[in-house]
């Protein structure tokens, strides 16, 4: 496996689309962009590992589940995580982040942007689709099985951010 030219694939497809990239590392082979759906704003780590010869894509939801809530949260991405074909919802157990997951063994394939691209397109597809289900138990009053059925719409509320967290994203930093 050629990892180097695997990595090269990989950011020229975003200079062919013009896409910004933040924090490429070309030792670890690692990205962080910025993409902006119809439902949300995403943080978007791409990092193909040489050892495992695995391609991973995560997209970073804005929101993080509060701990009253995670145990909704988690039937919820169990319920959608059983249904899909490829990819995962995860969310981090220490502080409740939430990210929709592919990775992809790149072993044996005849990698290219085509290849990456239909990855891409896929997670965030997925990540966007059901965002808007996870914002509904976050914040709002409504059982999984609402949300799942489409009843429940989010009802997103500013709040302030304790000093020491910072900015999770950057919305002119964002691509739509």
Known sequence: ????????????????EDWPLYEVNDEERTAITYIRGDNGTFRVFVWL????ETLSLSWYFQSSAPSSKRHLILNLLNTLNYKLIMGKFAMNPEDGGLAFRISASV???????GYFESLWNWGI??????????MSLIYGDHTVDEVLEGKGKP?????????????????DEART
């Open 49 to 52: 590992h040489g050892e495992s």
């Open 107 to 113: 072993t044996g394939t005849r990698f290219s942007t």
């Open 125 to 134: 597809w997925r990540a966007d689709e059901h965002y808007p289900k996870f």
């Open 1 to 16: 496996m050629n990892v180097k030219l695997y990595w090269e694939n990989i950011i020229g497809y975003f200079e062919e």
């Open 155 to 171: 009802q997103l509320r500013l709040v302030e951010k304790p000093e020491e967290q910072g900015e999770l994203f950057e919305e």
